[in-house]
């Protein structure tokens, strides 16, 4: 009897402890129907806000709802983006590919060893099982710049240590186990699908075999011609195992797709045929990323001194007239009526947050029901809008959207 009291005593603590990082459903967010989170790119507060080449997104600023203190998380992008699905970093903070389909790599959760930019790290192993996250200072010397002034993450004074109890699971596995659905639309995505894609413009690839496109050019073109407006960085449900490996058809490539064709952003809006969760991810060229091998529009911001003064302005009207696109189909898809529905606009991160520039970043919140016209002061992150979200669809807070200083966007989300 001793024995099977003390077995059972042993099973419970192995059970608590593996998921510590799935906690109970976050109260104060009203039930949500639809959530469709576009992700836009790289610039902060005071380079969007106010800006004269942004103007539908301060007017939708005004008429929905915004958090004029919201944070992101770390540097570079994808560690935010498996933030904003995942509640952690999952041990990445660097843009790395995947190491597509690996059964034999250690994952970075599995031996607490950070995937950074310094010093440079391979691929990432396909991200699953449980372990150990990457801290996060509140200055960052070493990885994205050596030495100071120093990358400010989150506020400059708020930092996150690594957690030992992480889970290798997003949004996706939470929803799909709660017979829900989600989609990432990713534009640009090539025909063929993301499996093995680290780029596209939408047609050719990383994977191009350059030599059979005949006749040869002079130059001959190659993969440095590639505009890459698909990044799979941007695409953080594709770093994961599960869907990678496709054992559920319900949780699998399958839940990625473009936004033109069949299946696409746009067919679905139109039909209202749209999951629980949408993460809609524009091109490079038009969530304000820029690329260096693009259009004169879609150029990088010439100056990186975190003001508005050295961006390019084309790239911001770019960006602003992408998501009047977005949230108009939104707003005019058959969905947007059925039930309760929120449409949040989000920038990743503050690419300049270099000291004394916080990485503080726009974020947007919209519904279909409850308050307008709500601007809120309060603390928020990309744990918060996570746990928001989580509440919003019925599923459990995940990894850091469980922590006691994470706090939830029941101001924004409102009240019906």
């Given at each position: 009897m001793k024995k099977a009291v003390l077995c059972l005593a042993l099973l419970l603590a192995f059970g608590s402890a593996a998921f510590a990082q799935e906690g109970a459903i976050p109260k104060g967010i009203p039930h949500l129907d639809h959530v469709f989170v576009i992700m836009m790119e790289n610039h902060g507060y005071h380079q969007i806000m106010g800006n004269a080449n942004a103007p539908f997104i301060n007017q939708y600023a005004k008429t929905a709802n915004l958090a004029t203190n919201y944070f992101a998380v770390?540097?570079?992008?994808?560690?935010?983006?498996?933030?904003?699905?995942?509640?952690?970093?999952?041990?990445?903070?660097?843009?790395?590919?995947?190491?597509?389909?690996?059964?034999?790599?250690?994952?970075?959760?599995?031996?607490?060893?950070?995937?950074?930019?310094?010093?440079?790290?391979?691929?990432?192993?396909?991200?699953?099982?449980?372990?150990?996250?990457?801290?996060?200072?509140?200055?960052?010397?070493?990885?994205?710049?050596?030495?100071?002034?120093?990358?400010?993450?989150?506020?400059?004074?708020?930092?996150?240590?690594?957690?030992?109890?992480?889970?290798?699971?997003?949004?996706?596995?939470?929803?799909?186990?709660?017979?829900?659905?989600?989609?990432?639309?990713?534009?640009?995505?090539?025909?063929?699908?993301?499996?093995?894609?680290?780029?596209?413009?939408?047609?050719?690839?990383?994977?191009?075999?350059?030599?059979?496109?005949?006749?040869?050019?002079?130059?001959?073109?190659?993969?440095?011609?590639?505009?890459?407006?698909?990044?799979?960085?941007?695409?953080?449900?594709?770093?994961?195992?599960?869907?990678?490996?496709?054992?559920?058809?319900?949780?699998?490539?399958?839940?990625?797709?473009?936004?033109?064709?069949?299946?696409?952003?746009?067919?679905?809006?139109?039909?209202?045929?749209?999951?629980?969760?949408?993460?809609?991810?524009?091109?490079?060229?038009?969530?304000?990323?820029?690329?260096?091998?693009?259009?004169?529009?879609?150029?990088?911001?010439?100056?990186?001194?975190?003001?508005?003064?050295g961006l390019n302005p084309a790239l911001l009207i770019l960006g602003d007239q992408e998501v009047q696109k977005l949230v108009t189909a939104i707003h005019a898809s058959p969905a947007w009526t059925r039930g309760h529905n929120a449409i949040v606009v989000v920038w990743d991160e503050n690419d300049y947050s270099v000291q004394p520039v916080v990485n503080k970043v726009v974020t947007i919140v919209d519904t279909n029901y409850g308050v307008h016209e709500k601007q809120s002061a309060e603390f928020y992150t990309h744990f918060s809008l996570l746990r928001s979200i989580e509440g919003g669809l019925g599923i459990p807070c995940l990894n850091h959207a469980c922590d006691a200083s994470t706090n939830t966007m029941s101001d924004l989300f409102g009240e019906f």
């Open positions: 770390a540097h570079p992008s994808l560690n935010n983006y498996l933030e904003v699905v995942g509640g952690s970093n999952f041990g990445v903070h660097s843009d790395n590919n995947p190491l597509w389909h690996s059964t034999t790599c250690a994952t970075n959760l599995s031996t607490g060893i950070p995937n950074t930019d310094n010093p440079p790290s391979p691929d990432i192993c396909p991200i699953a099982g449980s372990g150990t996250d990457a801290a996060t200072p509140a200055l960052d010397c070493t990885n994205e710049v050596t030495g100071p002034p120093c990358d400010i993450n989150v506020n400059g004074t708020v930092s996150y240590p690594a957690v030992s109890t992480t889970l290798g699971i997003t949004i996706a596995d939470q929803l799909v186990a709660a017979g829900k659905t989600w989609k990432s639309y990713q534009e640009d995505l090539p025909l063929g699908g993301p499996d093995n894609v680290n780029y596209s413009d939408g047609n050719f690839t990383n994977l191009t075999d350059f030599s059979k496109i005949k006749p040869v050019l002079n130059p001959p073109l190659n993969s440095g011609d590639i505009v890459q407006l698909y990044a799979v960085k941007h695409n953080p449900f594709a770093y994961f195992q599960a869907i990678q490996e496709g054992g559920n058809p319900l949780n699998s490539y399958a839940n990625m797709a473009a936004f033109d064709g069949a299946g696409g952003l746009w067919s679905e809006l139109g039909s209202g045929n749209v999951p629980n969760f949408s993460l809609i991810a524009p091109s490079q060229c038009n969530d304000q990323h820029g690329r260096p091998n693009g259009t004169a529009f879609c150029n990088y911001d010439p100056n990186d001194n975190g003001t508005k003064a």
